[in-house]
């Protein structure tokens, strides 16, 4: 079953024990910030925040929605719950369930008004300070408005209308900056195609709703594919769009509130800095491009989701690494690769595959981590490790072991040289090619048996399944109980 909208989606956190109400008066200013962030470290519940100072009743926000959890067998609660499964749903479960229905993508349809156009903003009227936007961190460049959301930009070429997530700060009331990464599919229309021919991009930002909507936003599908297809696919239901007021976009009708407007070409901005997905404040404050807002429309009570980023686990680490793997993982089965799984670690923020291999003959494990670098999520992931298929990839104590044991420190890495243009950020780059995401490289630690050696030559693996004769092992586990186990 579908969430309407992102209250139903509170309302299931909170019968599941993922949400708190803090009714405690909190400042915009820093103390939501310190009090999400404080939530992942502990992977305490969701903080809903009511009370926020200088908003009065009515203007609420919702932080941590997709962090992971405490509680046992539920890391990954407020994501599978945000799928509509079990919240003891098992991660490779998750992923699989997510290649399914991704494989099957609903249209939207249009309807004529939404819960999003209870209260419109025109023109002079537009003020984005109305909503109690939080300043995160400290020495952050302004208050960032955008951090769960979606940024919807339409191809003007053709019907290829994209959704992402890309970070957003206040300027002044009526204009807001963020990083527009030329790798990125709204950077490759806006300086390719808006910038290059002097037009200005329309823009429609969208925060709340389903919580598949922020999801498929932050996932990194190809190009072409039109995210809210893919949501309708995950939520088994077409998404209820509706008309902007003042731009040729489509928003889901029960956002919680919705920012129109235009980037002019050529304009640029002091945005920034800001504590990032890679769990540092990773650049510095430069020029970008400018979103200048036109409307503003917006629920009754609007609810403003946070994400406080830093460092894992995220959101982002919780949510952008799960649909990497699974994004990967169809990627190169369809390729017909023998592959059993892939999982990307929270803790890696996107920048660590590990993959579990039948190896077909030698070298094989390269083929992989070619293979895989060709998708959009390789863009992203400088570490690449393969290992067996009796590796359990989701499991890092078994690759952390495979990688100490089975992969020989000189000739089991491989380094290469060239490789595309990171995004922004990554913090082992010097701060110029950070700025560029330029000096780029990939290492593959190849953590496989050698096809070549004999099997006599593989040592045998000193665990349960594999050292102990098979009716010694059915008699331990049917007794278990009986020697005085739980
Ligand atoms: C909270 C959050 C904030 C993000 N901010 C940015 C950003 O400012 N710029 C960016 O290029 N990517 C950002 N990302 C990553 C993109 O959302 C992600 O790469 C996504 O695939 C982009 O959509 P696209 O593939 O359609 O370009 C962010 C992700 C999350 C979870």
Known sequence: MAYKDLREFIAKLEEEGE????????????EVGAI??????????????????GYGNGFKILGASAGVSNKPNRYFARLALSLGMNPESKISDIIEEYIK?????IKPVIVSDG??????????????YKFPTPVIHEGDGGRYIGTWHIVVTKDPDSEWVNWGMYR??????????????????????????????????????????????????????PPYVNEVDVAGGLRGEPVELVKCETVDLYVPATSEIVIEGEVL??????????????GYRASERSPKPVYHVKAVTYRNDPILPVSCMGVPVDESAAVVPITNSAEILNELREQGLPIKMVYCPPEGVSHMASVSIKVSYPNFAKKVAYSLWATKPGIYLPYVVVVDDDVDVTNMVEVIHAFCVKCHPYRGIYKFKDSPTYPFLMPFLSPENRLKGTDGGYAL?????????????????????VLWPKDIQEKVLKNW?????K
């Not at 969208?206 to 936003?217: R, S, T």
């Not at 070409?265 to 890679?278: A, D, H, I, S």
């Not at 593989?458 to 349960?464: G, L, V």
């Open 19 to 30: 949400l708190v109400r803090i009714k405690k008066e909190v400042d915009w200013d820093l």
């Open 36 to 53: 999400i962030r404080r939530s992942y470290d502990l992977m305490a519940p969701a903080p809903f925040f009511e009370n926020i100072k």
């Open 101 to 105: 229905r991704r494989k099957n993508p």
């Open 115 to 128: 819960p999003c156009k209870e209260n419109i903003d025109i023109g002079d009227e537009v003020n984005l």
């Open 168 to 221: 957003l700060m206040i300027h002044d009331e009526k204009t807001m900056g963020g990083i527009i990464a030329p790798p990125q599919h709204i950077g490759q229309m806006y300086y390719q195609k808006y910038e290059a021919r002097n037009k200005p991009m329309e823009f429609a930002v969208a925060m709340g709703g389903d919580p598949v909507i922020a999801i498929v936003a932050c996932s990194m599908l």
């Open 265 to 278: 070409p050529y304009e640029r901005k002091e945005e920034g800095p800001f504590g990032e997905y890679v």
């Open 445 to 465: 630690f190849d953590c496989t048996w050698p096809k070549q050696w004999p099997p006599e030559a593989i040592p045998k693996k000193a665990s349960f399944d």
């Open 481 to 485: 109980k009986d020697y005085g186990y």
